[in-house]
């Protein structure tokens, strides 16, 4: 039988996170999971690996798209190591595999991503993220939520919708 | 529970394969499968969707690596479909993602991606595919078997050594 | 004899520019080829042909990083065309190898490019173009200027200090 | 005055070239900048710094298209030094990049830049680098020359009529 393939959830922030922006990537994780998608991240560590953790203490299948050449940059909750090599040009990736971004907290990296999906067209929904504005810009289409449980919500429907 | 993540068996080969590459691909992504391991491969046609086809209806798992911006390229069997929008360069991550190659048939794309696999230090399994040499430099370290059935036993006894 | 390679001042913005930053991309090129610097850029239409213009007008040397397969996605006052075929993800590239970066206006791409420079510890000159914000994480270190001039001269400055 | 781009010779081989290789380099990278045609390589040593050197000391512009994050990896005679930061995938911009591509000797780096240059239909010359057949499939169209000078001008004549 054929599939139509997985639906992903990217799950996008910094290395560095808060104790709340780790304990929201965990939670998230776990929505993600319970809600039969699969997680797609960058595979490393901070917010990917609560997310990652989280999805795969739902039962979950996780993917980690490093950035550099060792499988063993991953997290220890990564299933699928897709190892690219590329560096931080694997952030275009994340952003064109996923079906809808969630993006929590973040530096510069995430920032990056942010700016992949919604020129990719692809839904974003942030938790505690940047805010990005130019003179003369429209607007950036950035659904802003206040908590893990309406993140995977919002993005699920987004998703849908797509 | 953390993982150790994925056995990753990459298949290689061309869009355009004779009948008889074609069954081999399948006959060995039926075999990856029921090794239960995870496939990895193009994601397209040919070679790649034999195997992907073999892989599913064993009840396997299946990655597509993408050259384009568009999920629609993959393959009807495909999972995961990681669209990575950076055409022919994704031959090197496909190549770095699996933890053995095998290579069945193909054209010049196979061909760049035994040169990475084996430049990466991976193993590779060859089924009637390119030999290649050069005055001088020492023999390339490809298995080459004759029948899908060996291609998987030695592609997962390489893997296992390594 | 050996040579420390060139300076390389990348200019970046959106492919559909108003007069003004058009305008303002041409007369940055100028500066740029004037002070001897060579430029860098996406090598597409809008900010990037504006700005080559202004730097081939000025006798200088002009290097576009196309996205596409196709040489003849350059405009016409790119010298070397750097045929990428890795999509969007050539944005890091422009980062990681212009010694600084000018923004000027731009949409999506070049919010990417501006979180990439300042991630890589780049020097980011800013005429006209995003604002990025996030509470908790320190202010994002791009260098606001109101003139083409201005952006030059803080450009290599900035460079010469790096 | 718009510019039509300038003729980009590649010139790929290994970092660990024999003397013979290296001098064939550096004979081949004079012959490129004396037919006022700019050298692109990958930027590092061996076969690369030998044809940068040949380059330079005709008065030339030579491209190294570095694998790394960092341009310290340029050997001293690239004037513009792109600092890719994706690795081996960086092969395929060179391969896309240049008009036509000479092979020195080599190793796995080299066979996927062959293999990448002829299946984007650029034509490619050989001096004592790999032989690769496929029963079954078309003899590879590379171009065998014995000598550095015959190299340079089957290049130049394979540019032109392309």
Not at 15 to 34: F, H, K, L, Y
Not at 95 to 105: E, K, L
Request: hydrophobic share 45%.
């Amino acid at each position: 039988m054929s599939t139509p393939g997985f639906l992903l959830i990217g799950v996008i922030g910094g290395s560095t996170p808060t104790p709340d922006e780790a304990a929201a990537a965990e939670a998230v994780g776990c929505g993600v999971a319970e809600a039969g998608a699969v997680l797609i991240c960058g595979g490393r560590g901070g917010v990917m690996e609560a997310a990652c953790r989280g999805a795969k203490g739902a039962g979950g299948l996780t993917i980690g798209v490093l950035p550099g050449i060792s499988r063993g940059q991953a997290n220890a909750y990564v299933d699928i190591r897709v190892v690219t090599g590329i560096g931080e040009a694997r952030n275009a990736i994340i952003a064109r595999t996923a079906d809808v971004v969630i993006a929590i907290g973040g530096s510069y990296g995430t920032l990056s991503e942010i700016a992949y999906a919604v020129g990719f067209d692809k839904p974003v929904v942030g938790l505690g993220t940047w805010t990005m504005e130019r003179v003369g810009h429209p607007a950036v289409p950035l659904v802003r939520v206040e908590t893990p449980g309406e993140a995977v919500e919002r993005a699920l429907a987004l998703a849908a919708a797509s």
